[in-house]
């Protein structure tokens, strides 16, 4: 165990990944925010106007980072409850509670600029298309996990209840994306393949995965602000919270 | 194995038989919402028969979700839900055992009065034939999911709305095959691939959700 160049398991308890999380965040919000300009850039001043959408097609450099954001946290979000429920790590909960609000604020920002995009492009701010929909469940089912952490007091519990909600939600997540090949309906087909080739300009191709790389770097940021609070928060009663808030006090 | 389910099931008949009046007030409720529909809608016969599949749903849906808090509440009150955790037989069973008297107790009944209530819908013969069988196939399920969000929110303050948070998201899928195979019958589609896929979510939700019923449980008595 010693002579691996981590030891992983050290970083499984608040009192250490607290100052490491402490650390990672500026360069997460570094990466989120050199990605984010470099995509801006490309996106709205290098791409060139879509001949059939005009400039209205550029919202979906928000909104397509957004929507794989709000599924691909839910998928991490899963993920820290079956670890959690696996090896009841405390940290595994605290992860898991403080990705929701971001994942939850991603779907709300999917549905959001899908409603502009939708407004010029079908006519339409809404339909009840399949992906719509389940994008929408996706937002519920992220609320319902909020709103279930919410309500319990004992965090131990909440942590728990929680993620076997989470796992149980999770079986949405291949809804939400078959769900374009199941029922054959308004929204357009996933533009982007890793089989063949993207049938969207290289260019606007690269805008897009720069900007979802920023989307996920912003994530990761503010999930680990959230879960650094959360763990001063849960655990106040110790000494190494007291120490922590002593030496950020005395700066 | 056989003998624990029956065993739960037929305890919480005869738990559920003594207090008929929570039974029928499900039912009342699911006759009441879907009353309400043509009085807030108008009566046209045209539109009522258009709706009738995804309101006796919803109702149904609706009146489940109201009866799921008495799956577990009133044994954890009087500490009978720790002795079944306590018990040596798995506690994924009892679960389905009280899944099953769940719903003998409020998705059978709701399943044979919808076609009443279809009726009032003007719907024909074919669909409420239909409408009868895919609530008899999709309310297992609806029971099966259910208990998950009840045992999650066993003991909790505002656990009532918490559960529909919960559970109502979950429940879409048995909603759209569910009315989505009686309005294939109304358009003369054939409602068998609705069916057969609720037939599948039924199946899962009967079998696997108790697994995580029960894990919850745990969680919520620990």
């Given at each position: 165990?010693?002579?691996r160049?981590i030891?992983?398991?050290?970083?499984a308890?608040p009192?250490?990944?607290?100052?490491l999380a402490g650390?990672?965040?500026?360069?997460?919000v570094?990466?989120?925010?050199v990605f984010?300009?470099?995509?801006?850039?490309?996106?709205?001043?290098?791409?060139?106007?879509?001949?059939?959408?005009?400039?209205?097609?550029r919202?979906?450099?928000?909104?397509?980072p957004?929507?794989?954001?709000?599924?691909?946290?839910?998928?991490?979000?899963?993920f820290?409850?079956?670890?959690?429920?696996?090896y009841n790590?405390?940290?595994?909960g605290?992860?898991?509670?403080?990705?929701?609000?971001?994942?939850?604020?991603m779907?709300?920002?999917s549905?959001?600029?899908?409603?502009l995009?939708?407004?010029?492009?079908?006519g339409?701010?809404?339909?009840?298309d399949?992906?719509l929909?389940?994008?929408l469940?996706?937002?519920?089912l992220?609320?319902?996990?909020?709103?279930?952490?919410?309500?319990i007091?004992?965090?131990?519990?909440a942590?728990k209840?929680?993620a076997?909600?989470?796992l149980?939600?999770?079986?949405?997540?291949?809804i939400i994306?078959?769900?374009?090949k199941?029922?054959?309906?308004?929204?357009q087909?996933s533009?982007?393949s890793?089989?063949?080739?993207p049938s969207?300009?290289i260019l606007?191709?690269?805008?897009?995965?720069?900007?979802?790389?920023?989307?996920?770097?912003?994530?990761?940021?503010v999930?680990?602000y959230?879960?650094r609070?959360?763990?001063?928060?849960?655990?106040?009663?110790?000494?190494?919270?007291?120490?922590v808030?002593q030496?950020?006090?005395a700066? | 194995?056989?003998?624990m389910?029956?065993?739960?099931?037929?305890r919480d008949?005869?738990?559920?038989?003594r207090?008929q009046?929570d039974?029928?007030?499900?039912?009342f409720f699911?006759i009441?919402v879907a009353?309400?529909f043509?009085?807030?809608?108008?009566?046209?016969p045209q539109l009522?028969?258009?709706?009738a599949?995804?309101?006796?749903?919803?109702?149904a849906?609706?009146?489940?979700?109201l009866?799921?808090?008495?799956?577990f509440?009133?044994?954890y009150?009087?500490?009978t839900?720790?002795q079944l955790?306590?018990a040596?037989?798995?506690?994924?069973?009892t679960?389905?055992?009280?899944v099953?008297?769940?719903?003998?107790?409020?998705?059978?009944?709701?399943?044979?009065?919808?076609?009443?209530?279809?009726?009032q819908?003007?719907?024909?013969?074919?669909?409420?034939?239909?409408?009868?069988?895919?609530?008899?196939i999709?309310?297992?399920?609806?029971?099966?999911i259910?208990?998950i969000?009840?045992?999650?929110?066993?003991?909790l303050?505002?656990g009532g709305?918490l559960v529909s948070?919960?559970?109502?998201p979950?429940?879409i899928p048995?909603?759209i095959?569910g009315a989505?195979?009686?309005?294939a019958?109304?358009?003369?589609m054939g409602?068998?691939a609705h069916?057969?896929?609720?037939?599948?979510?039924?199946?899962?939700?009967?079998?696997?959700?108790p697994?995580?019923?029960?894990?919850?449980?745990?969680?919520?008595?620990?």
């Amino acid at each position: 165990m010693n002579n691996r160049l981590i030891n992983w398991f050290k970083y499984a308890s608040p009192q250490s990944f607290y100052p490491l999380a402490g650390k990672m965040i500026p360069w997460f919000v570094a990466l989120a925010t050199v990605f984010g300009l470099a995509g801006l850039w490309l996106g709205m001043v290098v791409a060139p106007t879509d001949f059939q959408q005009g400039e209205g097609y550029r919202i979906i450099f928000i909104h397509v980072p957004a929507s794989w954001m709000s599924m691909f946290i839910y998928l991490v979000m899963a993920f820290w409850a079956a670890l959690g429920l696996a090896y009841n790590t405390r940290l595994s909960g605290m992860m898991a509670q403080a990705l929701a609000p971001t994942g939850a604020l991603m779907a709300f920002l999917s549905l959001w600029t899908g409603a502009l995009w939708g407004k010029p492009m079908w006519g339409t701010w809404w339909v009840w298309d399949a992906r719509l929909t389940s994008e929408l469940i996706l937002l519920f089912l992220y609320i319902g996990f909020i709103a279930l952490q919410a309500s319990i007091d004992d965090p131990r519990r909440a942590d728990k209840a929680g993620a076997v909600l989470a796992l149980v939600g999770v079986v949405n997540i291949p809804i939400i994306y078959f769900s374009v090949k199941w029922w054959n309906t308004l929204h357009q087909g996933s533009s982007v393949s890793l089989t063949k080739s993207p049938s969207m300009a290289i260019l606007m191709l690269w805008a897009m995965l720069l900007m979802a790389l920023s989307f996920w770097m912003y994530s990761i940021a503010v999930a680990l602000y959230r879960a650094r609070t959360i763990m001063l928060e849960r655990e106040r009663g110790t000494e190494w919270v007291r120490e922590v808030l002593q030496q950020e006090g005395a700066k | 194995m056989i003998g624990m389910i029956v065993a739960i099931t037929a305890r919480d008949l005869k738990l559920a038989m003594r207090r008929q009046a929570d039974i029928v007030s499900v039912l009342f409720f699911f006759i009441i919402v879907a009353s309400l529909f043509p009085l807030g809608i108008g009566p046209e016969p045209q539109l009522l028969k258009k709706l009738a599949p995804g309101v006796l749903w919803v109702g149904a849906l609706l009146a489940t979700m109201l009866s799921l808090p008495r799956l577990f509440a009133d044994d954890y009150r009087d500490g009978t839900l720790e002795q079944l955790v306590l018990a040596p037989q798995p506690l994924g069973l009892t679960v389905i055992g009280k899944v099953i008297a769940h719903w003998l107790v409020s998705g059978l009944p709701l399943a044979l009065l919808a076609p009443v209530l279809g009726i009032q819908f003007d719907l024909e013969m074919d669909a409420l034939f239909i409408l009868t069988v895919s609530l008899l196939i999709g309310t297992p399920a609806l029971s099966g999911i259910g208990a998950i969000g009840a045992a999650l929110t066993l003991g909790l303050r505002g656990g009532g709305v918490l559960v529909s948070l919960l559970v109502l998201p979950l429940y879409i899928p048995v909603l759209i095959f569910g009315a989505g195979a009686v309005d294939a019958t109304v358009t003369g589609m054939g409602a068998e691939a609705h069916l057969s896929i609720l037939g599948a979510l039924a199946i899962a939700g009967v079998f696997f959700a108790p697994w995580a019923t029960a894990a919850a449980l745990r969680i919520s008595l620990e």
